[in-house]
């Protein structure tokens, strides 16, 4: 028997550190990417050892900058991946910065369908301010040159941004929407050791509050329903349904393998995370039994998390399904919770899910059920 599962692979390099960012990264070195790529490729023939019933259907490379990679390095891990692993590729996306877009017209050919565009905002100072390498008009260049290439182009935003205003987010949304099937739209999340958290706690950046962010949420959301954008999760929306496939893997916890240094794998109900340091990665940390990191879910743990991450999605989810995955009667258990969720929950068609304009309350809502 064989098992879909999703393959993640993490490219930790990028040209310089934006402002904002605490994802795993160093700089760009040619002869460490060299050296990682094999690490990868090591790591993925022993996983595809460990898990023979594999078939591999969505392939996402994400970063870091993905779009660093010289394009012989991006060949040598692709050609490892057919070699190795049963594929049957869906769906096979890479993230693309607007200054490292050059080789875009090269990925077709090695089975790249899918490019998602870190756009973030159209406004010059904005960029500047958030340290992006790129301007708005190369991010505009970069949109138009995947239109023509790719059946499925992404772009990414980011609301709440230093100076951004809802006009800011509107005009973005307004110049991309031509050229994509997809957006995901991120409230800025600020880590305090990053040097905008930092700015900000020293009162040396100011953001824009809540209520602000959440007005550039809904005013975002509904340019985007005007250019027949759905809304599939809270944070992504997609034109004629075409909706990640690899990324839903994650909010409808089916599995998936993670490849490279600070990325997770999840493995018949088991959480693995490799290490978020270069040297550990490439010595090998991660293969202790094959994966590193290791976390068993408990069965407590594992219903907390199908009904956080199904809340994120439009649809939520079935009652009767969460009744047989976990022997529960999901109303009866749940029947306080519920009483006291009433004014933000849809009940519909044995389905359960967050009122549309309460999406914004999941974490709220989630948190709820945990018990
Ligand atoms: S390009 Fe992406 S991964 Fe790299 S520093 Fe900027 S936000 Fe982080």
Known sequence: MTTNRGLYIHI????????????????????????????????????????????IDTVYLGGGTPSVLPQSLLERLIAHIYKC?????????????????????????????????????????????????HTPQEALDALSRAARLFPDVSADIML?????????????????LPYVTHVSQYMLKLSESVPMGIAVKEKRMILPDDDLTADMYDAGSSIMQQ?????????????NKRDCMH????????????????????IKGVRYENPSDMNAYLNGEHLGNGLAGKTDISVKDALFEYIMLKLRLE?????????????????????????????????????????????????????????
């Open 12 to 55: 930790p390099f990028c040209i310089r550190k934006c402002a904002y960012c605490d994802f795993f990264s160093v700089a760009l070195d040619t002869e460490l990417a060299s050296r990682y790529i094999e690490e990868v490729c090591n790591e993925l023939s022993l996983l595809m050892a460990a898990y023979p019933d594999t078939v």
């Open 227 to 239: 250019y027949a954008f759905e809304r599939y999760e809270i944070s992504n929306f997609a034109r």
């Open 160 to 176: 709440g941004l230093p100076m951004q205003t809802v006009r800011d987010v509107e005009e973005t949304l307004k110049h991309i």
């Open 85 to 133: 692993a049963h594929v049957e590729i869906k769906e096979f996306s890479i993230e693309v910065n607007p200054c490292s877009s050059d080789k875009l017209s090269f990925y077709p050919s090695l089975g790249i369908n899918r490019v998602s565009i870190g756009v973030q905002a159209l406004q010059a100072g904005i960029l500047k301010a958030i340290g992006r390498l």
């Open 247 to 266: 990324n839903l893997k994650y909010w409808n916890r089916q599995e998936y393998i993670g490849l490279g240094a600070a990325a997770h794998s999840f």
């Open 315 to 371: 649809e939520g989810f079935e009652v009767a399904e969460i009744n047989h995955l976990f022997h529960i009667d999901f109303n009866e258990k749940y029947k306080e919770e519920i009483g006291a969720l009433i004014e933000l929950l849809d009940f519909n068609n044995g389905r359960i899910r967050i009122k549309k304009e309460k999406m914004l309350l999941e974490s709220y809502v989630a948190k709820k059920f945990l018990k």
